[in-house]
Nanobody, 122 residues
Framework: QVQLVESGGGLVQPGGSLRLSCVAP????????MGWYRQAPGKQRELVAL???????NYADFVKGRFTISRDSTKNTVALQMNSLTTEDTAVYYC????????????????WGQGTQVTVAT
């Protein structure tokens, strides 16, 4: 069973930073596109950022300039560096993986993690 394991969530004040990590099995990491989604209470799940195995990166407009997605091949990890956080960023953040960029972007990815809670509050 393929597992994507997220970590790094927590409570942070507005303006602060967090770094999320998603560890994937090596075969998944090497060939799949991977992304981060989030779901806030009462809202639909939405794409935050994605990165393909070839390094193509997409960001949602609401995080451009604040969040950075990256891949670390030494750790089979996709990270999401989140800066200048606001209360609007409060959500459960999920990592996903799919053989195709389309699958990650559309939210129909083959594999999903369990999620990590990010809370931005004073």
């Amino acid at each position: 069973q393929v597992q994507l394991v997220e970590s790094g969530g927590g409570l942070v004040q507005p303006g602060g930073s967090l770094r999320l990590s998603c560890v994937a099995p090596v075969l998944i990491f090497r060939s799949y596109a991977m992304g981060w989604y989030r779901q806030a209470p009462g809202k639909q799940r939405e794409l935050v950022a994605l990165i393909t195995s070839g390094g193509i990166i997409n960001y949602a407009d609401f995080v451009k300039g604040r969040f950075t997605i990256s891949r670390d091949s030494t750790k089979n990890t996709v990270a999401l560096q989140m800066n200048s956080l606001t209360t609007e960023d409060t959500a459960v953040y999920y990592c996903n993986a799919d053989p195709t960029l389309r699958g990650v972007r559309s939210g129909t990815a083959q594999y999903w993690g369990q999620g990590t809670q990010v809370t931005v509050a004073t």
